[in-house]
Each structure stands twice: as C-alpha cells, then as structure tokens.
C-alpha cells in the first residue's frame, strides 16, 4: 500500500514553455502532498505543501508565480513550472501523507520523480 | 529551522561487511525517517522511528530522541544496498505543524564485491 505516482518520469521542454508535473496517490486519500526539488549530488529541498482544497504553503524563496501548485482532489496535486529557463532543469519529487495511513499522519510516500530538462 | 545532519558522508565497504549511518538534528521532532535513493531516484521508505527501535530483515534503526539522534544499521551490506541514504525530520515546533520534511545531505554508500 501507500503507493506515490509521477507523470511524466521525464521531460525535454524548450526555454520559455511551460511544463506540467502530475502526482497522485493510488491506493490511499493523501490530505497533504509535499513537493520537492533535487540537483544532481545533493539533498532534497522542500518547495511547497499542499492540503487538497486549498492554496499551496511555499518555502522561502521559492517563487510561487513560476511553481504553481493544483492540489484539486485528495489523491492528485499538480506541479507547472512555467516559463521553464535552463536554470529550472532539476529532479522533481513528490510526496503524500495521510492521518488515516498505518504508522503516522506525519510519514510520508514518495513518487519516483520527474527529471526536467530545459533546452 | 531544525538542522539535520548525517554522517559520514561516503561510506565504502566490502560485501558482507557492517556499517552504521548516523543523523544528528536539532530540535524535537514528530517524524523522522529513513530512506535508500536507488540509482533511478526513486525514495525507498526504509523506516518512520520518530523514537524506538526498529528492524527489518538486515537493517534496523534506532532513535534516541532525548539526545536528538538516530543510528541506521545495515549488516552483512550487499552490492544492491549501494546509493544515498538519507534521514528526514519533521519539526515538533515551527507555524502549522504541517509535517514538513527536512532532509541531511544524505550519505553515499558504496559495497564492492
């Protein structure tokens, strides 16, 4: 159970375009979804949180205008990167947790990631 | 905000051989977990041990939270165990309690045959 999917796994974009990054939790209501982003040799950063319904929670210097966050229904949250630059090429991971999931309202699930490339 | 870090950062060993990752963090925390990145990037969840001690065929994992650490131990390590493991923590503190993740820099663990 707790399964996490990302759509697509991977995406070439041309500079200036916009790109959407899909996340759904397929087995289980997640009422919180997480967005990360990962460079290549380092550590996850956090970008936003999204509760279904509602507007996403972005960390700090994170621009919310660039990354805009859909969280429509409690098993799918969306990522757009728009006006996509070279500099927003990156590893894109989502994740999910739910209070009704075994283990802890706070554990989370993680999908499997979406690499952007920015030509 | 609450500071993670792990160690060591790389880690070689021989197959069959034992090793202990460590996480040290800041502050109290309501989550903390466990996770190997295989070599495509995906996060496999390993353990959630806000406290306690688990295992899981040859891994186990404790955390002290009183003296705000965690140990993952990994035995007799295989080839396939190789990649980054990372520990992540979630703040008890902080606005909203939202169940954020912070995760260390991770360490990089390599098993030769």
């Known amino acids: 159970g707790a399964v996490v999917s990302q759509h697509p796994s991977w995406v070439i974009c041309k500079s200036g375009t916009s790109v959407k990054i899909e996340c759904r939790s397929l087995d289980f209501q997640a009422t919180t979804m997480f967005w990360y982003r990962q460079f290549p040799k380092q550590s996850l950063m956090l970008m936003a949180t999204s509760n279904e319904g509602s507007k996403a929670t972005y960390e700090q210097g994170v621009e919310k205008d660039k990354f805009l966050i859909n969280h429509a229904s409690l098993t799918l949250s969306t990522l757009t990167v728009t006006s996509a630059h070279p500099e927003d090429s990156s590893f894109y991971i989502c994740?999910?947790?739910?209070?009704?999931?075994?283990?802890?309202?706070?554990?989370?699930?993680f999908g499997p990631g979406t690499r952007l490339t920015v030509t | 905000g609450i500071q993670v870090e792990q160690s060591p950062p790389d880690l070689i060993l021989q197959e069959g051989a034992n090793s202990t990752l460590r996480c040290n963090f800041s502050?109290?925390?309501?989550?903390l977990q466990w996770f190997h990145q295989n070599p495509w990037g995906q996060l496999i969840n390993l353990f959630y041990?806000?406290?306690g001690t688990k295992q899981n065929g040859r891994l186990s994992a404790t955390t002290v939270a009183t003296e705000r650490y965690s140990l993952l131990y990994i035995s007799s390590s295989q080839t396939t165990d190789s990649g980054v493991y990372f520990c992540?923590?979630?703040?008890?503190?902080?606005?909203?309690?939202?169940?954020?993740?912070?995760f260390g820099q991770g360490t990089t663990l390599q098993v030769k045959p």
């Open positions: 992540a923590v979630g703040s008890r503190h902080g606005s909203g309690n939202t169940g954020k993740l912070i």
């Open positions: 502050d109290s925390v309501n989550n």
């Open positions: 994740s999910a947790s739910s209070p009704r999931l075994a283990g802890s309202m706070y554990e989370q699930y």
């Open positions: 041990i806000p406290s």
